[in-house]
């Protein structure tokens, strides 16, 4: 089972929409699990969960109510399956929930799908070291914008700690890929220009252009590759998807 992380701890960069994604693409082939990590749900609804009921979410199978099993929906594109979250999560955070806490819930289910694909909150708190502990990947979306790349030091610190601390030493950086890039500008020029003086060797060639029709896509609840496969949103990600199995 592969596992990833799309992670940053700036907020708006496209963690979301990145998973949402990735793991309807690779669903066309395989069964995929997405695990929606972030207390906003984002990707809960936007693969068609706005106001269901779901017995159990992400919360629950944390704190042992449930088994992953028990939480799991299908989601009804390809052989995508959605662990759920609802605001509830957010408590795990001040808690103190052990940073193997995903990794051996994980475990449940290590047979029954061929990727895991977990949506990170905009942080480096308690939830995001447990997806951390427990995947084997994480991909970094990054906006043009100051803001967005202040963080990257310290996530890359983050990753680097876990793994000479041995709570997950296979854990690597895979990549990062602009989102709602627009190449031409001289402000995108700029950050790249940043970007690749320090993470060079990690900079995809694929990037996600701005393209309304993304945006479309999550308000209905469907990943983009069912909402409108002509997309110019379409084509990039499934450009990203094919280049970060090639990096795997």
Not at 141 to 150: D, L, Q, Y
Not at 185 to 194: A, E, K, N, S
Not at 210 to 231: K, S, T, Y
């Amino acid at each position: 089972m592969k596992s990833i992380a799309l992670a940053n701890q700036k907020g708006g960069v496209g963690k979301t929409t990145a998973a949402i994604n990735l793991a309807s693409l690779w669903a066309g082939r395989s069964k995929v699990l997405l695990i929606d990590m972030d207390p906003q749900g984002n990707s809960t609804s936007g693969v068609g969960f706005f106001n269901k009921d779901v017995e159990w979410t992400t919360a629950d199978v944390l704190e042992g109510n449930c088994s992953v099993e028990q939480a799991v929906q299908k989601a009804g594109f390809g052989k995508l399956s959605l662990l759920p979250a609802h605001v509830g999560l957010a408590g795990l955070e001040a808690d103190s929930l052990p940073i193997d806490t995903l990794k051996d819930r994980l475990q449940q289910v290590g047979k029954d799908f061929d990727f895991v694909v977990i949506d990170c909150p905009p942080s480096l708190g308690r939830l995001t070291l447990n997806v951390f502990a427990a995947v084997e990947r994480v991909l970094v979306p990054v906006k043009a914008g100051h803001f967005s790349i202040t963080g990257l030091e310290q996530l890359f610190l983050t990753i680097v700690r876990l793994r000479l601390r041995n709570i997950n030493p296979e854990l690597k950086v895979l990549g990062l890929f602009y989102n709602e890039a627009q190449p031409n500008t001289r402000l995108h020029q700029m950050v790249d220009r940043v970007l690749r003086e320090a993470y060079a060797p990690l900079i995809l060639e694929s990037f996600i252009p701005r393209n309304v029709h993304l945006g479309e896509a999550q308000v209905v609840g469907e990943p983009i590759n069912f909402f409108d496969p002509r997309a110019r949103g379409y084509k990039a990600y499934l450009e990203l998807a094919e280049e970060v199995l090639k990096k795997w």
